[in-house]
Structure formats: C-alpha cells, structure tokens
C-alpha cells in the first residue's frame, strides 16, 4: 500500500487543521490496515501520536493530543483523517502516516509499531504563539 499524507499548513495557536492519509495501490478497502500517525520536530526523535485500527473500532492517543486530536478513516475512500484542534506551539512538526498490515483492535498499539512499514511522505505542521 502506497501512501501520501496531506493538509499541513501555518496555522496560529488554537487553530485547526485536518490531515489526511490517502491509500493508493492496495488500498484500504482491499485489506485490513491499522493506520497510525507519527510527528517529528526538528532535533527530536519521531513520535508516535495516534493510530486507528482496520475497521475504525478502536483508537489510540498518546495523553498530550488526547481531546484535541481525533483519528478517523473512511475505507471506502482509503482515506484517514487526523482532525486537529487547539493547536499548541509544541504541535509543529512534520506529520507522517503509516500502515500495519493487521487485524488488532485493541488499545496498546505501541507493540505494533514494528509493524508499521508502509510510510508515506510528510506533510509540515507549523503552530504559531
């Protein structure tokens, strides 16, 4: 599955944006596919934010997005969306979306970020004080 995030953008602080993840190839609807997000900031390592399982049934946050970020997918459209409101300064970051090719709904998605080897590019997250 091919991958390409998208909706990035300079927003001020408390704003919103809405990211999306559009599969291509073997899409979502062809096969089961958790989806996560991760963000990177400059000199940071890559963190793991949200992630969504196959059918939508669960979903995970870590605690500094939780309440103002919400994960959804639409397979028919091999899409996933990262709704993001209250933006904060600590929010900027390149934003990229992944696949893991699976059927866990459950609520640890941290074991499956092995799992997570389809990547698409990023898109840049810059929040402004």
């Known amino acids: 599955v091919q991958l390409q995030a998208s909706g990035g953008g300079l927003v001020q602080a408390g704003d919103s944006l809405r990211l999306s993840c559009a599969a ?28 969504i399982s196959w059918s939508g049934a669960s979903t995970y946050y870590i605690s500094s997005v939780k309440g103002r970020f919400t994960i ?16 904060k300064p600590e929010d900027t970051a390149v934003y ?17 970020l092995p799992d997570f080897t389809s990547w698409g590019q990023g898109t840049q997250v810059t929040v402004s004080s």
């Not at 959804?72 to 933006?87: C, E, G, H, I, P």
């Not at 990229?96 to 609520?107: E, L, P, S």
Request: net charge negative; hydrophobic share 35%.
């Open 72 to 87: 959804s997918r639409d397979n028919a459209k091999s899409t996933v969306y990262l709704q993001m409101n209250s933006l």
């Open 24 to 51: 291509s190839g073997r899409t979502f609807s062809d096969d089961a596919y958790a989806v996560g997000w991760f963000r990177q900031a400059p000199g940071k390592e890559r963190e793991f934010v949200s992630a």
């Open 96 to 112: 990229y979306c992944a696949a893991a090719h699976t059927y866990y709904a459950g609520d640890d998605y941290q074991h499956l």
